[in-house]
């Protein structure tokens, strides 16, 4: 089992609801893997949590009535439905205006993330700030820090297990993926605040793995 | 197929009635969750039930209705026709999930799971969705990719940040 798939499954992990052998092979990987067993333990309270909420809550009020109002107008009707839409809801516009204006309340708000430094690379610090209006610079600084480490990675000044630096390949693919992917979309739809958002946070994954797997 | 169901395709209210009854709590948590907003929930809720009406004769059997139910819901909630109303709403959950929570619960569970429901509220909706689908409903990054349109890729970006969001609000 990989790194990958590990994730995927550390929900049911948590909620303790994986078949016998899935349960060994991620306990058998996590005994050899310091990146997902470090992952697991930071995300067990969230997943612990959701494998606890209620599956039921009952509607503040009865709806049937209304509901029965509103399908007694109505034909019965053999024909298909509207089939799923191909956009996720939180992408359209109405809902982009609303993470705008979100957006432009975080904007004002200005924190700085210090990169812990890494032995033997330079120290690196992302500002954070007026993310609506400095997307450019931030990525940049994204960009070279996360550069900067790797860098130092392959040049040696920094050294890693050979299992640890090919598990940290495999996730920086997939994350690489997702970069290029939100690029992309941006490329096509520029003034997205969320993909903005989104993009800069998949840089900070990546920021954050990258200091995480040099620092221990 | 039970009795209510195949009763509920010839168009028995009565039967639909218990359809409604056995399933509003599971359809309600979902459209609460997915939305973070207690009144969407309940008009989403609502509309879950008349596409149900709707749609019931082409229900054929071959999964087990509550799945069904669960994946038709999960295409209403996402399809946005309602995304008028989320339009204000989403900055309030984001700005004050307090406000939020107050309204979505009759009877709120105190400790860890009302922090972690106050939480999910909060999210981003992107990341929100991707989160409930896969760490509370157990949907694969590549079906909430069918569902939603987006890459598996980002499905799995959103979850990402969803955790972080959620176990800093936690830590908080």
């Given at each position: 089992m990989n790194c990958e798939r590990v994730q995927d499954l550390l929900y049911r992990y948590a909620a303790g609801t994986l078949a016998p052998e899935l349960k060994r092979e991620i306990d058998e990987h996590m005994a050899g893997c310091d990146a997902c067993r470090a992952e697991a333990e930071r995300v067990k309270p969230v997943l612990v949590g959701a494998a606890r909420l209620p599956r039921n809550i009952e509607p503040p009020a009865d709806l049937w009535p209304s509901i029965s109002g509103q399908i007694g107008r109505r034909k019965l009707v053999e024909g298909r439905f509207?089939?799923?839409?191909?956009?996720?809801?939180?992408?359209r516009p109405p809902i982009l205006a609303a993470a705008a204006m979100a957006l432009v309340v975080l904007s004002s708000t200005v924190t700085t993330l210090v990169v812990r430094r890494p032995p033997g690379s330079p120290a690196v610090t992302v500002q954070t700030a007026a993310l609506s209006g400095d997307f450019l610079t931030l990525e940049a600084q994204y960009v070279r820090a996360s550069d900067e480490i790797l860098g130092a990675l392959n040049q040696g000044e920094v050294k890693i297990a050979p299992e640890t630096r090919a598990i940290l390949e495999r996730n920086l693919r997939v994350i690489d993926q997702a970069i290029v992917e939100s690029r992309d979309a941006l490329a096509r739809d520029p003034a997205n605040l969320e993909l903005k958002d989104m993009l800069l946070s998949t840089y900070e994954h990546k920021l954050d793995l990258l200091r995480r797997v040099t620092s221990t | 197929v039970s009795d209510a169901v195949r009763l509920a395709q010839t168009g028995d209210q009565d039967a639909f009635e218990r359809l409604y009854r056995e399933n509003a709590g599971r359809v309600y948590a979902l459209c609460l969750r997915l939305s973070g907003d207690a009144r969407d929930a309940t008009d989403l809720t609502q509309d879950v039930f008349v596409h149900l009406w709707e749609k019931?004769?082409?229900?054929?059997?071959?999964?087990?209705f509550s799945s069904w139910l669960h994946r038709l819901a999960v295409n209403v909630v996402l399809s946005g026709r309602r995304s008028e109303f989320r339009r204000e709403r989403v900055v309030v959950a984001t700005d004050d999930p307090d406000a939020v929570i107050g309204a979505r619960h009759s009877n709120p569970k105190p400790g860890l799971a009302m922090d972690l429901e106050k939480a999910i509220a909060a999210l981003p909706p992107g990341a929100r969705a991707v989160f409930v689908l896969h760490?509370?409903?157990?949907?694969?990054h590549q079906e909430i990719a069918e569902l939603t349109g987006i890459a598996t890729g980002t499905s799995k970006a959103h979850l990402f940040r969803a955790r972080r969001l959620l176990r800093e609000a936690l830590e908080r």
């Open positions: 509207a089939p799923a839409v191909a956009r996720p809801w939180w992408t | 019931l004769p082409t229900f054929r059997g071959e999964s087990a760490d509370i409903e157990g949907y694969e």
